[in-house]
């Protein structure tokens, strides 16, 4: 029997659907489904420039299930950059989970990738409570 799939966490859902190809009338290629969790992995890794473990960790999944999700992530991209097909972002086994907080030196609120120790990132101060979301 297969183990029951653990639900990646990403910090925010992306703002967009999807993307189609510019200049084409018509796409040679079928649409590519990216779920959220390989759109969560590009993000980490190639916009924020997180390494594979820091990736996984802030995706509560071992590094070798996020390489795995980056690796699947990276495919879809290539195959429909190549064969111009469009990106469609949905479903996957994610939950959309972040961490808020307020620092009580500065009084500004921010959301932090991990909870080790989190620190204000304009005053450092250690000096945080947690924010509840809506």
């Not at 189609?20 to 018509?26: H, N, V």
């Not at 590009?42 to 299930?65: F, G, W």
């Not at 190549?82 to 994610?94: F, K, Q």
Request: hydrophobic share 35%; charged share 20%; aromatic share 8%.
């Amino acid at each position: 029997m297969a183990r029951i799939k653990k639900s990646r966490v990403i910090q925010r859902a992306p703002s967009f659907s999807g993307f189609k190809p510019f200049g084409i009338q018509t796409s040679s290629g079928e649409e590519v489904v990216l779920h959220l969790e390989e759109y969560e992995s590009i993000k980490l890794c190639d916009y924020d420039h997180l390494t594979h473990e820091q990736a996984a960790k802030a995706m509560n999944v071992s590094r070798p299930t996020f390489t795995r999700v980056y690796q699947s992530a990276r495919n879809k991209i290539a195959r429909a950059f190549v064969e111009a097909s469009g990106i469609r972002l949905e479903g996957g086994h994610s939950i959309v989970g972040i961490n808020w907080y307020s620092c009580s030196c500065c009084e500004i609120s921010f959301s932090c990738v991990t909870d080790d120790q989190p620190a204000c990132p304009f005053c450092l101060s250690v000096n945080l409570s947690n924010v509840e979301q809506q």
